[in-house]
């Protein structure tokens, strides 16, 4: 089983729930599966009542039935059957019948928005008009969707994950196309399970959303700030940050950052430029300040991040 050693502690800060990013490997798939069978937990899994986030996406599948869980302050209990679509942003928790989760069985599927279109580097950004994605905006608006696998399909769905988590173990000659393929036929069953929700999921803020990433998509290697960004969207910088911060658990200026990042990811892996002339081309002017942000997204420096994935 692949765990949750994939992910590491982005920050913690007082008083308030912990945030858990996705920890990327050169050339390896950024996508994770975890078992969670009665009252034994992976190792790397969250505790038992330990409250935290993310800054990925998560999609979790019932199969036998057991206590509750606390997403974004609303309990939700474990049904047999049930599928959350939790967004970036989303607090996590044990709900009033932790002792209950004893009893349930559930695989967890998680990854970076980035993965699911690697044709387009930070297409993350506008995850929610992707087709495949699209179902994880409405859990945006209230803390996760909820979707039910009707009862004949369900061993499908437990098999289609654990093909999928026995690729990322085994790792055999072609798994990473097999990953995807796998994913994708995951997240096709969730479109299509989620068909009816998607047909009126109108959010009153989801054009605000698609303009602030269009701006980014244009802009981010010129220099873009807040309130460049605000400006674009005729809003004030503070009301913005609440807007977006709200609705993808992250700021304007992190989602910059991370889009400047995805594309010195790219140039890093497909080009020969140096990292002075990456920097420049990803909207900062100063190298040392490239290197340093980079360092703090990915815990290594861009030079050893290329050699990793020459090596890979």
């Known amino acids: 089983m692949a765990m949750m050693d994939d992910t590491r502690l982005l920050r913690a800060p007082t ?25 034994h937990l992976p190792p790397g899994a969250p505790a038992p009542g330990h409250a935290h986030s993310h800054d990925f996406l998560v999609l979790t599948f019932c199969d036998r039935s057991g206590g509750t869980l606390r997403l974004d302050g609303r309990e939700l209990p474990m049904r047999a059957g049930d599928v959350h679509l939790i967004p970036p942003g989303v607090v996590v928790g044990t709900g009033s019948d932790a002792q209950g989760l004893r009893n349930a069985r559930a695989w967890a599927v998680y990854f970076p928005a980035e993965v699911v279109d690697t044709r387009a580097p930070g297409s993350f950004l506008s995850w929610r008009a992707h087709p495949l994605l699209f179902p994880f905006a409405r859990g945006a608006a209230q803390g996760a969707l909820r979707l039910r696998v009707p009862e004949a399909e369900r061993a499908a769905w437990s098999d289609r994950i654990a093909a999928l988590d026995r690729e990322l173990c085994a790792r055999a000659d072609g798994y990473r196309d097999a990953v995807m393929a796998h994913l994708t036929l995951l997240l096709v069953a969730v479109s299509r399970l989620s068909a009816d929700v998607v047909q009126d999921l109108q959010l009153r803020d989801e054009p605000l959303l698609a303009r602030v990433f269009d701006v980014i998509e244009e802009r981010y290697a010129d ?6 960004v605000a400006r674009a969207v005729s809003l004030t910088p503070g009301h913005l940050t609440t807007v977006v911060r709200r609705r993808t658990g992250r700021t304007v200026g992190e989602w910059i950052t991370e889009r400047r990042m995805a594309e010195a990811r790219r140039l890093l892996v497909q080009t020969d430029r140096s990292v002075a002339e990456i920097a420049g081309r990803v909207g900062y002017a100063d190298a ?25």
């Open 223 to 228: 220099g873009l700030s807040l309130a460049d």
């Open 15 to 39: 008083g308030t729930a912990p945030v858990y990013t996705y920890a990327r490997t050169p050339g390896v798939p950024s996508v994770g599966v975890v078992r969670f069978e009665g009252p």
């Open 288 to 312: 040392g300040y490239f290197v340093r942000r980079f360092r703090g997204c990915h815990g290594t420096t861009p030079l050893r991040w290329r050699r990793a994935a020459a090596a890979a």
